[in-house]
Structure formats: C-alpha cells, structure tokens
C-alpha cells in the first residue's frame, strides 16, 4: 500500500528543576515538534518500482530469449537537482547457460530530471537450463550535484519455465497374465501439463494398435476437441475404431488426434477406453502369447515431445485349450510375432 503518513513525537522537557538562592523549587516545561516520513520505494527521493517484493519478474522458456523492463527509477530529490543512475546487477546465481544484460551495467550513467521517471530495460537469453527460479541482486549507483548514494533495489526474479509435459496413465485394466483369446479392456488417461505462464494450444496425437477397438462412448476430455479414425484412410469413426490382423477384410490401427487449449499453470486429460476385438479369423484377441502395447507413446506435435507406452503381458499358455500348464514347457517366452501353438491346442516344437 502506497501510503505517507507522519509520526508527530513531542519531547516535553518537563520538571526542569532549578534550585534559586530561597530554596525554592522553580519549574519549567517546554515542548518540540519532530516529523518522521514513512514512505514506500517510489515515494523516496530517489524512488523505484517494486512490486511483490521483486523489482520485476521475467519468464522464459529454454531455448528462447526475450526483452524486459528491469527497473523504474525516479528523481524525487527535494533539491529539484539532476541525478545520473547506474545499475549494477548481480548474476553470480544464474546458470551458466543464462546471458542477461541490464541497461546500465557496463557503468553508462542514464540522466533522470527533478521529478522524472526512466525505466531500464534488460534482455535475457536461455540455452539448455533447468527449469526454475533465479534471483538477480540490484545495487543503484546515483549521482548528482553535491552528493551522491548506493541504494540496494529490490532483486529481479528470472523465471525460466519447462516445456509442456505429456504422460500416459492406466486407469483400469490387467498388465500381465492375461489369457489367449478372452476379452479385455482398459482406460488410459493422457495427461498434459503446462508449466509456462501463457496458454498453450497443443495438438496430441496417438495410434491404437489394430488388436484394439476404442470406445467412443467410453471416451472423454476435460477440454478440446478430439477424433479417431482408421489409420487406412482417415474416416471418422461412429460408435467405436477398431483393427485386426490379415486378409482384405482387416481394419487397421486406430488414430486419435486431441486438439486442446491447456491454460497456463494447469493441466488437461482424455481418458480412452479400449478393448481387444476379434480378429478377421473370427478369434478373440489375443491369439498369441508375449507383450502387447496398449498404445503408441502420445506425442504432443509442437514440441515433438512422446509420452510413456503402456505395455500388457500376454500368457503363453492357453488352459482352455489345453495347450500346456506351465508357460515354460511351451518354450515360448517371444514377441507374439513368433507362432506359439499350431491351432490344435498343442504347444509346437
């Protein structure tokens, strides 16, 4: 709060005593008047803006750079006197990969009249730097005729902010021993998050795997705008996508691509549901044992950044078929590329 206010302090110089020749007791009283200015930084005689405790707060990305004002001064000398301002920063806590330059600081004195402003710029520049909050020092050199002083400023906060991240999250559904040929499913939820101090407009992408149908109506965003449509040839889908394996009647993988504003600060989410189909041979996925990803790593477009894949075990063994009871007699710890049982409940080799 900008305010003034003056603290009126009265000494009273009370029961002066003086002693006369009688003996007698001779009292005297009397009284000053002293006024103490209260003020806040821009209100000084050489005043400057400081808001939140930092004299201003830059925000940058990794790899960018930008322009900032660093540092309002003004003359408020009661001498109606011009005064010459330098800056003198200190980056003694930046990263090594930080270069920031404030006006000033090479000693160049910049003239401010009797109750006149001038606001110093400064410009950084980031590379490859951690995410995170550095504070910059500002001593203020002034000048002027028939004085001069040092004043320590508030300090300049250098926010430098993360890219946005994505992560693939399993909400429902088995990750491993999990049967041949009965039906399964899962949700997964994409996570966005934004870290910088400006919105982002983002395109997510993603592939289900043509073991896979989606469910439309078991799928939801918290924000944007969102379809999937058959990798063969980019028709939406209605009431679910789905793929297989083989043959001229096989479906192929599915595409999704969320368009989605995520606010500065905060985070978004599409939760998908999914679930194995049966294949153009008329069989449940899945027909062969080993790993199986759920999804492709979810990729957010502007920045080429990949989320996690979700990754589900399939048994080698099949009991329904009596293919054999223990995984390892099957010999067939693979990819589910390798062919594991020959079609008639036995286990081959």
């Known amino acids: 709060m900008k305010a003034l206010f003056s603290i009126i302090i009265t000494f009273a110089l009370a029961s002066l005593i ?170 997964f939820q994409i996570l966005v998050t934004n870290p910088t101090g400006d919105d982002l407009t983002l395109t997510i992408t993603d592939t289900i795997p043509a073991e896979f149908n989606v469910s439309l109506s078991g799928t939801s965003a918290s924000a944007g705008t969102y379809r999937f449509w058959a990798a063969n040839d980019g028709n939406q889908c209605g009431g679910h996508c789905g793929g297989g394996h083989g043959g001229h009647n096989a479906r192929p993988a599915t595409k999704m691509e969320w368009n989605v504003t995520v606010p500065a600060g905060g985070s978004v989410h599409i939760n998908i549901t999914i679930f194995t189909r049966v294949n153009p041979g008329g069989q449940q996925e899945f027909t062969s044992c080993g790993e199986y990803s759920l999804n492709e790593g979810a990729t957010i477009v502007q920045y080429g950044i990949t989320s996690n894949a979700l990754v589900v075990t399939v048994d080698c063994c099949d009991d329904h078929d009596g293919c054999c009871q223990e995984q390892d007699e099957c010999g067939c710890n693979h990819d589910h590329s390798s062919n594991h049982e020959n079609g008639t409940g036995e286990c081959e080799g």
């Open 18 to 187: 003086l002693v006369g020749s009688s003996g007698t007791f001779v009292n005297f009283e009397a009284s000053r008047e002293v006024k103490v200015a209260v003020v806040p930084h821009d209100k000084e005689y050489l005043g400057f803006d400081c808001e939140g405790g930092y004299a201003a707060v830059v925000e940058v990305s990794p790899y960018s750079e930008t322009d900032f004002d660093a540092l309002t001064v003004r003359n408020y000398l009661n001498e109606m006197k011009d005064v010459w301002i330098s800056l003198d920063p200190d980056y003694s806590d930046l990263p090594g990969n930080v270069d920031m330059f404030i006006e000033t600081e090479d000693g160049a004195e910049r003239m401010i009249a009797p109750e006149d402003e001038y606001t110093f710029a400064g410009h950084v520049n980031v590379s490859d730097v951690a995410p995170g909050e550095y504070v910059i020092p500002i001593t203020m050199r002034a000048r002027w005729n028939g004085g001069d002083a040092v004043v320590e400023t508030c300090p300049i906060k250098l926010v430098v902010t993360g890219d946005p991240t994505i992560e693939k999250i399993l909400l429902y559904g088995n990750t491993s021993g999990i049967p041949l040929k009965t039906y399964q499913e899962w949700i």
